[in-house]
């Protein structure tokens, strides 16, 4: 289950910010994951969350923060100088250190 987990958040944060159809549909997929709620499903975000002892609100809102945090750094981006933007730019994190610093937050 925590590599389903895993899976998903480095799709969203991998794909966050591609223009290609296939990488906008797995963020697409991975988010609607995230927010989707009340699923029986056995590996939906929330049982897998309960499973594995997460509060799923609380890591859905540090997803959310962290696309808005990207989406705003595209935009600053986009008004400067090319050169520049390389050492500007904010890498996703692995997807098990994003989890474990939710849980640290979560603390």
């Given at each position: 289950?925590?590599?389903?987990?895993?899976?998903?958040?480095?799709d969203f944060q991998k794909y966050v910010l591609?223009?290609?159809?296939?990488?906008?549909?797995?963020?697409?997929?991975?988010?609607?994951?995230?927010?989707?709620?009340?699923?029986?499903?056995?590996?939906?975000?929330?049982?897998?969350?309960?499973?594995?002892?997460?509060?799923?609100?609380?890591?859905?809102?540090?997803?959310?923060?962290?696309?808005?945090?990207?989406?705003?750094?595209?935009?600053?981006?986009?008004?400067?100088?090319?050169?520049?933007?390389?050492?500007?730019?904010?890498?996703?994190?692995?997807?098990?250190?994003?989890?474990?610093?939710?849980?640290?937050?979560?603390?």
């Open positions: 289950m925590l590599a389903v987990l895993e899976s998903a958040v480095e591609v223009r290609k159809p296939r990488g906008k549909k797995l963020f697409q997929e991975a988010e609607e994951w995230f927010l989707e709620r009340n699923s029986d499903e056995l590996f939906s975000f929330e049982n897998i969350c309960d499973t594995l002892q997460l509060h799923p609100d609380y890591m859905r809102q540090g997803l959310m923060v962290w696309k808005q945090a990207k989406l705003k750094t595209l935009s600053v981006e986009g008004h400067q100088d090319r050169t520049k933007l390389h050492s500007t730019r904010v890498r996703p994190l692995r997807a098990s250190a994003t989890i474990v610093q939710l849980l640290r937050n979560d603390s």
